[in-house]
Structures are given as C-alpha cells and as structure tokens.
C-alpha cells in the first residue's frame, strides 16, 4: 500500500488508529514517511509527557513511553549478538546502525532493536537518540531509569535533554561515595535517586550533587548518611529511618525546620516526609522547638499540594 497516493485526511486517520511505537518504526522507511507522520500527528505527540531508557543490570535499555494502562515500547538497544543475523540496516546521522524485530512470540508487541558492539556504544546510544529526539521533539522529557544499580558502575551516556533517575542498593561493593559521584557528575541536574543506605562506607560532601536532586527517597535505618536534613537543595525529599536514630532525628528536623523558616536553607523545597520504624515521634517537643502556632478548630487552614517528581 502506497500511502502518499491517499488524500492527507486518509493518511491521518490511517496513522490515528496505529500504536504510537507503530508509527515510529514505520518512520524508519524514509525520511518522507517521518516527515509525514511528524506532520499529521503533531496533537498526538505534543500529548506525550515522557520517554524513558529504562535499564537494569543488563544496561541494554528498553526506550518505552509510560502510560496508565502499561508502558508503550518503541525500542530497545542492545549488545550485538554475532550468531543472529540483522534484519536491516539504516544510516543514522552518519552511522550504520545494523536492527532486528522482535520477534518474542506472535502476541509480544513489535519493535525494533538497536544492535551495537562494546565499542561504537555510545555512538549508537546517541544517534538512536538524536532521532528519537527530532522525531518526538523538546517538549517530552527524556529521563534515562537505573532501576537496580548495586556494585557496579552503570555506563550512562550523555545525551541530550535526557535526566538521570536511579534506585541505589548499597550492599558494599564498589558503591562507595567516590564512584556513586562519578556517576552524579555526569549530569547537570539528576531528577531522581532512590538509595539504600544501610551499609554504606564513608560520606558524601556537602556540595555533592547528590543533595542537588530534584527529589530524594532514601533508607537509612542505621546511621544519617546521607545527611539529607543538613543539605539538601532539591524539592522532594521521603526519609525512612530506624528507632536508633530517634534522639539525633528529633533535634535534627526541629534544626531542619528552623533552617527552612528563617529562609536560610532550602528555599527549593516542596515536600518532606519522614518515617520512623518502631518509634513514636514526640510531636510537642518538635512543635515547641520550631515556635508552631496552633490554629483554631473553627479556622479553615489553607492547603498547599503539588505533584509527586
């Protein structure tokens, strides 16, 4: 079927009823067929909020497009494996980038993917990029997902409009405070990190760039590294602690919160939550210590919420 003999309304109601991972491996004919999806479904990918490099310890990420009912995949790129043949090849900005479909199983969803050898890595990861980038365009953020980093050092490659988000597990290893800033200075700004923390060696320095991240979950039964309620400059942060930490939290948060109120720290920030396993905070001691004012019952207090990054 030759869709440029259709009339433009034909052609975009054909395009509406594809999956959007559809359209973008049809892109992949020519530069006329990208050009022509690009222009009859642009309200269809200004919707797109974002897409995410989804990886694990494999490090071959699945590049897929969130949605409520499930994530959209729209490729995937992985090491080359020399005794599967390719099933096409295409010439990406300059580079010959050789793809196969899946090909899991007739129900599995179809999509194309990337094959790369250790050493043109990085060279495929950012020439798939760039023309998913100019495919979708700037308004969708792209976010690269270390979902289970434990020991050793991710390869995270720098591409463009792309935040890091990473779930940190510290069992010892090579994840000392060192490496995870090798990784924390490849990025600007990271978007996200959840971490793990109960055997952690060593501390991060208070100019770290971990403090820096837009929103912080962290497990810390055991001591206060990282030492998120001295310096932390991001808007979110969810702290779960032990009962050994109960004297040291208590005067910790009331410090936190006097910090906060004179304007003297933390002016980025949004949100703050604190669990305590096994231990009942005294709430009149942290109230008296930051001067809380008691409202009237019959008073209507105002509310303030905002969405969780």
């Not at 599995?108 to 760039?130: D, G, M, W």
């Not at 930490?245 to 948060?253: A, G, H, Q, T, Y």
Request: charged share 25%; aromatic share 14%.
């Amino acid at each position: 079927m030759n869709l440029f003999k259709y009339p433009y309304l034909i052609q975009q109601e054909i395009f509406h009823h594809m999956e959007t991972s559809e359209l973008f491996l049809l892109s992949f004919v020519s530069k006329n067929m990208k050009k022509l999806i690009k222009s009859t479904q642009m309200a269809r990918f200004k919707a797109i909020n974002t897409i995410v490099y989804g990886c694990s310890t494999t490090n071959q990420p699945y590049v897929y497009i969130p949605y409520k009912r499930g994530n959209d995949i729209i490729i995937r790129i992985m090491k080359n494996d020399k005794n599967k043949n390719c099933d096409f090849q295409l010439d990406l900005y300059g580079k010959i980038i050789d793809f196969r479909l899946n090909k899991e199983n007739e129900q599995s969803q179809s999509y194309p993917i990337a094959l790369f050898y250790l050493s043109e890595k990085r060279t495929v990861y950012e020439c798939i990029h760039n023309y998913i980038f100019d495919f979708f365009g700037n308004a969708v953020e792209y976010y690269w997902k270390e979902d289970d980093y434990r020991c050793d050092l991710p390869i995270i490659p720098k591409l463009k409009n792309v935040s890091f988000c990473a779930k940190v597990h510290i069992r010892g290893c090579r994840a000392d405070p060192e490496n995870l800033e090798t990784i924390f200075s490849q990025y600007p700004v990271l978007k996200a990190i959840q971490i793990d923390t109960d055997m952690f060696k060593g501390t991060f320095s208070p100019e770290s760039k971990f403090y820096q991240t837009e929103s912080i979950e962290s497990e810390q039964f055991k001591h206060n590294i990282p030492d998120i309620l001295s310096h932390f400059q991001g808007r979110q942060a969810f702290i779960q602690c032990g009962k050994d930490r109960n004297n040291m939290l208590v005067s910790d948060l009331i410090k936190f919160v006097n910090r906060w109120k004179s304007g003297e720290a933390f002016q980025n920030l949004e949100y703050l939550r604190i669990q305590v396993a096994l231990f009942e905070i005294p709430q009149n001691n942290i109230m008296n210590g930051v001067g809380a004012k008691y409202v009237e019952t019959t008073k209507i207090t105002p509310k303030h919420s905002l969405p969780r990054v």
